[in-house]
């Protein structure tokens, strides 16, 4: 039961907290045997994107999903967050589970760093309280 809210009825665009809800996808493929934690995914200097202060440091060695959702997460690695988008299918996929999970408000349309964008009235990659 909502006992207050404040401004419940307008769209926020989420910037990098879709992160967090990134990770809880992939965690959810690692529980269903459709991802593993300890699989290192391989990129290039062509993959980097706007501010990647983990993922640069490892571009002959590549990153875990593990290391990836901690650098997503910790650090707001924008390279490790459109990895991990890429191993679940995109952000549409990433709506999708989380419509799944019963967010039928929530949407990722775009990847890092576009959908930072957050023109006014524009409803992609946002969320509501």
């Not at 009825?9 to 593993?36: H, Y």
């Not at 990129?43 to 901690?70: A, F, I, W």
């Not at 929530?106 to 957050?118: F, G, I, K, V, Y």
Request: aromatic letters at 6%; a negative charge.
């Amino acid at each position: 039961k909502i006992l207050e809210s404040f401004r419940p009825e307008e769209r926020f665009p989420m910037m990098s907290t879709f992160k967090v809800l990134l990770c809880g996808a992939v965690l959810s493929r690692i529980d269903a045997g459709q991802e593993q934690l300890g699989r290192r995914i391989h990129y290039s200097q062509n993959d980097l994107v706007e501010y990647s202060p983990v993922t640069e440091k490892h571009l002959t060695d590549g990153m875990t999903v593990r290391e990836l959702c901690s650098a997503a997460i910790t650090m707001s690695d924008n390279t490790a967050a459109n990895l991990l988008l890429t191993t679940i299918g995109g952000p549409k996929e990433l709506t999708a589970f989380l419509h799944n999970m019963g967010d039928h408000v929530t949407r990722l349309d775009r990847w890092e760093p576009e959908l930072n964008e957050a023109l006014p009235n524009d409803e992609r990659d946002t969320t509501m309280p």
